[in-house]
């Protein structure tokens, strides 16, 4: 008996070792390697060694094991035309050479990693995915600080850029220390942990990574954070209103230019040999105080709440006007004999907003302090800019105001 | 060339014939009863076994192999520990690429670390039954008290190893795993600086968390801590507890000695091989099945919600629900432990040693009950404890949510769902007199004093007092509970107090199961609500005290055979236990968050 089951569990425990060696000889990269030799000739083979390739980038502290599979990644002469053998395409190699900079501080992924999902960070527990797709150009600016210089390689991150002031997303956001703190500072929004937004998770269906989740933010804000309405709260807790960022109406080539960029705010940590820092833009120069006074509305995100053109309309769950972010068009007409009035506004800013109704929460919006960050000049154009709104308005309405 | 060949001997008898060999085996291998001896007392390794031992100690059933189990997994670990040391630094910047090249690079680094990692759970689990085998085969008895309480130590020291061994992934669960841990420590009475009533000296750069983790967050200082407790200093004071232990399990004897003797080799030896063997097995499945696990990198910016401590563990993280930090995470393990220790000193009672509890049936009105014949108060009390371990483990791993909400097995998680019970805390007179007649349950009616009642005022008396005492106690209890909760405006919404009648300030401040139901019987019934409401007061009195009065038969009995200080260590432990139970319940059913709280000096409870 005793025999019997000495031998059984010694030759079970045999069989479990040799299962588990075997299992380890044939992880994932071992395939690909062996069908890539498969396709080169014998003096194509020399140079390539069998095992775990991996470039130790010291510069940036990264080890990346891409090249494992990826065979032809450095070898445009051996490059085949699917993946993972293909070579890499452009100049960008010769450019950011692989010594230096290795694979994952551009394309994302888990450098360490040798197995394919786990490789492209596509697993739970990895913040960093693969940046699929034009994605990529999020890295540039890592490096970059003047994205203008690499539009030609970069157009989507160039054109996020762009949009993230033009939309006015500065009026709520700080990024680096310039905008408003209405909202979250985005600084580091390229790197929010997943940790962090597991909460909007629930409220979106598809892959929960950051990047769907960005898509998702910035095509239905209010989606994810839709609230708690009273009757779904404990006893005296106050309710909570939905997220007020406002409804922009994005294209889906908008949505991709702002997540691209959106992506590429992160911690900057990079050595200071990898960094091109931004030149400072030359001052500009205007025609008038009114030209100036829209350039600063514009720069400092103004339209985010008050619209383009101060057409105003952008929800704000219990503030005083209509629950909306007031209009600007009537500037004129409310503070044209009260300038010093309407530059106190400015400066003090409205913090809270006034409410509609005292027993419900305070406004998510509110106008903030600019005292800080206009110059006087500014704060002189601006108001001639918003003086100069109210002339869009039909005559007679001004006429029945006044 | 016709010389006659002469048989060779055989190349093993040659080499069986140099001194090289006999210097190294000392006896041929041959199975006589010599040798069977031989192969014990003169091998190191083997020595520590008798040479003879009773048949019946080795049978399987009695012992399951727990303890000889625990050593071997001490020793899996040790190596597989020693082998992982060659591919990880303790240092915040590298240990968690290690654990990725083990995963990814290493040959066999994977399976290694799970090997290490399971047999580590498995470990705490062995050496939990392994007590609680001990404990039921009643082998921590005379003389083998002194033993059991270092097995004790290795139990408390098992889990320390595993606590440590759990930051050195440096990962997200690690880090917040170690981080509640640290929180309780900080929490410390006197030492902790954030504790109840600290002592003046005490500061972050010196209470007892900055004694564990080196800081006052967990960082390098605390890897490099943790690792060289866990790789060197632990396991060194382990081998030398260890070493107590089997050396104490020689010279006492083993606890069963009756019945035919057997030689030890090859009847016990074989059979550590073979469990050696299936565990070893066992092991392997279990590495190459499930991959330990390794979240993203430490990150002390994110919190992940829920943390959760490690497994064994969450039972007091539970209990932190219904506890401050310094009563759940430092005041009940120590009791927890002293208690343990002091147990073979109490339990005089010498029956029920070498096998294990012998059960019966009785039948308690219509309802039959298993229950333990011998020692039924010491098995009852140990099992309950036990259970109520695992129970709240159980508890903390599975039904615990996004902001340790309750949620059901399976149930979908939920980061928006809003913490539902409202709390309030008891005045701290009203709850001093709760705990007050709640201890005094405890006291017993000593023969003496019994004696006395019946001279003076007939046979009967004793027990009318008996009953007296433990009726008011009762009610004194429920009153305490009942009359705050109903009456004390209430800390968190002093506005909503001042409601038009005690039942209204009731019903909107709190929400708990019990204060929602009377809320709803005087809405709904009206005066009839407050009579119904009345008699509910008085059953809740009513049932302590006879509860109470269950007690009183043994507790005379334990105080007359223990005499009073055996006596009150055992009814305090007891008492503080069963409290654990109370507290949860008060909270749970009443929404009582304190029962008596001094917010100057953090001392709640």
Redesign the interface.
């Known amino acids: 008996m005793?025999r019997v089951?000495?031998l059984l569990?010694?030759a079970?425990?045999a069989l479990?070792?040799l299962?588990?060696?075997a299992?380890?000889r044939h992880?994932g990269w071992v395939k690909y390697q062996r069908q890539f030799l498969g396709t080169l000739k014998g003096a194509e083979r020399r140079g390539i060694a069998r095992g775990?390739h991996?470039t130790i980038v010291q510069g940036l502290?990264r080890?990346d094991?891409c090249t494992t599979c990826h065979l032809a990644a450095t070898k445009p002469q051996l490059g085949l035309a699917e993946q993972p053998f293909t070579a890499h395409p452009g100049q960008y190699l010769q450019w950011h050479p692989v010594e230096k900079f290795g694979c994952t501080v551009c394309h994302g992924g888990?450098g360490?990693?040798?197995?394919v999902k786990?490789a492209h960070g596509e697993v739970p527990?990895?913040?960093e995915p693969l940046l699929r797709g034009p994605l990529v150009q999020a890295s540039c600016r890592q490096c970059h600080g003047e994205v203008s210089t690499i539009q030609e390689h970069a157009p989507l991150l160039v054109q996020g850029q762009q949009l993230f002031t033009a939309k006015g997303c500065y009026g709520c956001h700080a990024v680096h220390n310039f905008g408003q703190t209405v909202s979250v500072d985005l600084s580091e929004v390229g790197a929010k942990?997943?940790?962090?937004i597991?909460?909007d998770f629930?409220m979106m269906p598809g892959p929960h990574n950051r990047i769907h989740w960005l898509r998702r933010k910035l095509a239905h804000p209010r989606v994810l954070n839709p609230g708690?309405p009273p009757e779904?709260?404990?006893?005296?807790?106050e309710e909570v209103f939905p997220s007020s960022m406002p409804f922009f109406g994005l294209e889906m080539a908008d949505i991709e230019a702002l997540s691209v960029y959106l992506l590429s705010l992160k911690a900057e940590d990079l050595p200071a040999s990898y960094v091109r820092p931004p030149h400072t833009p030359p001052e500009p120069t205007y025609a008038s105080a009114v030209t100036r006074g829209r350039a600063v509305y514009e720069h400092y995100g103004c339209t985010a709440c008050h619209g383009i053109g101060g057409v105003g309309g952008r929800r704000n769950p219990n503030n005083g006007l209509a629950e909306e972010a007031p209009s600007l068009l009537y500037v004129k007409a409310y503070y044209g004999d009260h300038v010093e009035a309407l530059k106190q506004v400015i400066r003090q800013g409205r913090q809270p907003a006034p409410r509609a109704d005292p027993h419900r929460p305070n406004p998510p919006l509110y106008m903030p302090a600019w005292k800080e960050r206009l110059s006087e000049e500014d704060l002189e154009a601006l108001i001639a800019y918003l003086f100069a709104l109210s002339d869009r308005l039909p005559a007679a309405a001004v006429g029945d105001l006044l | 060339m016709a010389e006659p060949q002469l048989p060779k001997p055989p190349l093993m008898t040659l080499v069986k014939k140099t001194k090289l060999w006999k210097s190294i085996f000392r006896h041929d291998f041959t199975d006589t009863p010599k040798t069977r001896i031989q192969r014990i007392f003169g091998n190191v390794f083997l020595h520590l076994h008798p040479v003879r031992v009773s048949k019946e100690a080795i049978r399987v059933s009695y012992t399951w192999g727990l303890g000889g189990l625990s050593f071997y997994l001490f020793l899996v670990l040790t190596v597989t520990g020693i082998l992982l040391m060659f591919y990880y630094r303790p240092t915040s910047l590298l240990a968690y690429q290690d654990m990725k090249d083990l995963t990814f690079a290493v040959t066999l680094g994977g399976f290694l670390r799970n090997m290490h990692r399971w047999a580590a759970h498995l470990m705490v689990v062995v050496v939990i039954l392994h007590m609680v085998r001990v404990f039921l085969t009643g082998a921590y008895k005379p003389p083998r008290e002194y033993n059991w309480v270092v097995g004790v130590i290795l139990l408390v020291m098992t889990l320390f190893l595993s606590y440590t061994g759990y930051l050195l992934p440096w990962d997200q669960l690690a880090l917040w795993a170690v981080t509640v841990g640290a929180q309780m420590a900080a929490n410390s009475p006197l030492l902790g600086n954030e504790g109840p009533f600290k002592l003046p000296f005490i500061t972050t750069a010196n209470d007892a968390r900055f004694g564990l983790i080196g800081g006052t967050v967990i960082n390098d200082a605390t890897l490099i801590r943790f690792y060289v407790l866990h790789c060197v200093a632990v396991p060194f004071i382990f081998t030398f507890f260890l070493m107590v232990h089997f050396w104490r399990v020689r010279k006492d004897g083993f606890s069963k000695q009756t019945g035919e003797k057997v030689d030890v080799w090859p009847h016990l030896v074989s059979r550590e091989f073979l469990a050696a063997l299936l565990v070893t097995l066992i092991l392997f499945v279990w590495s190459l099945v499930l991959q330990a696990p390794l979240e993203a990198q430490a990150n002390l910016n994110v919190t992940p919600n829920p943390s959760k401590a490690p497994w064994y563990f969450l039972g007091l993280q539970e209990l932190l629900v219904y506890f401050d930090p310094w009563i759940a995470g430092v005041v009940l393990p120590t009791i927890i432990v002293i208690g343990l220790m002091a147990m073979p000193y109490v339990d005089t009672n010498p029956k029920g040693v070498g096998y294990w509890a012998k059960m019966g049936w009785r039948k308690v009105g219509p309802v039959p009950i298993w229950y333990p014949v011998e020692r039924p108060f010491a098995v009852n009390v140990f099992m309950l404890g036990t259970l109520m371990w695992f129970v709240l483990i159980f508890i903390g791993t599975y039904c615990r949510g996004p902001n340790w909400e309750w949620y059901w097995p399976g149930e979908l998680w939920s980061h928006r769902r809003l913490t539902k019970m409202t709390l309030k805390n008891i005045p701290n007179l009203w709850g001093a007199l709760l705990m007050g007649a709640y201890f005094a349950l405890g006291t017993p009616l000593p023969q003496a004093i019994k004696a006395r009642l019946s001279r003076l005022a007939g046979p009967k008396a004793p027990r009318l007092a008996s009953l007296l005492m433990h009726a008011g106690l009762g009610m004194t209890m429920a009153l305490a509970i009942f009359i705050p909760i109903l009456t004390a405006p209430d800390a968190e919404y002093p506005v909503r107090s001042n409601s038009p009648t005690l039942f209204e300030a009731l019903g909107r401040s709190t929400n708990a199961p019990v204060v929602s139901a009377m809320y709803r019987l005087v809405q709904e019934a009206g005066a009839g609500g407050y009579a119904m409401i009345g008699v509910m007061i008085l059953a809740t009195g009513a049932l302590l005290g006879w509860l109470g009065v269950q007690l009183a038969k043994l507790k005379d009995r334990l105080f007359e055979q223990k005499g009073l200080i055996k006596y009150s260590l055992i009814i305090g432990l007891f008492l503080m236990m069963m409290g654990v139970i109370g507290k949860i319940l008060l909270r749970l059913l009443f929404g009582v968050k304190y029962v008596f709280s001094l917010p100057a000096f953090n001392f709640n409870i």
Do not use: N, Y
């Not at chain 1, 942990?193 to 962090?196: E, G, I, P, R």
């Not at chain 1, 779904?232 to 807790?237: D, I, K, T, W, Y």
């Open positions: 005793k089951l000495f569990l010694t079970a425990l479990v070792f299962v588990t060696i299992q380890d992880r775990v991996q502290d080890v094991r888990q360490l990693a040798t197995e786990a527990h990895w913040e942990s997943h940790q962090l597991e909460a629930e708690v779904a709260l404990p006893r005296g807790e």
